[in-house]
């Protein structure tokens, strides 16, 4: 069976197709820029639509040059889990629970320091 195999070849790795007569999809090239200065690269296909933010390697918003940035008006605010219990129970009512639950607790382990 050994000798039946393709030596010298990796299999899997390379095509046995030329690349002659392809041409790649037509690109462009756009360029975005952070408020620091940083400039970003993306490439698009030509008939892409360019979306007028995008975020760089490093995590930092970058704009399009030569384009707007968009006004999120209608973009609702981050609630944070914090502000959702807020709207569900009041500072005293939160200090309360906090209480009976630190009781409960220390109760717990008083009973395991007897036991």
Avoid at 49 to 71: C, F, H, M
Avoid at 92 to 109: A, P, T, V
Wanted: glycine share 6%.
């Amino acid at each position: 069976m050994s000798d039946r195999s393709l030596r010298g070849m990796r299999l899997g790795a390379q095509s046995m197709e030329t690349e002659s007569g392809v041409e790649p999809a037509p690109r462009q090239r756009v360029e975005y820029r952070c408020e620091d200065g940083e400039r970003v690269f993306v490439t698009f296909a030509a008939e892409a639509e360019v979306p007028p933010v995008w975020v760089s390697k490093s995590g930092k918003e970058a704009v399009l040059v030569d384009g707007e940035r968009p006004e999120n008006a209608n973009e609702k605010p981050v609630r944070t889990h914090w502000d959702m219990l807020l709207e569900r129970r009041s500072i005293e009512e939160l200090e309360q629970i906090l209480q009976d639950r630190l009781k409960l607790l220390r109760e717990r382990r008083g009973e395991r320091a007897s036991a």
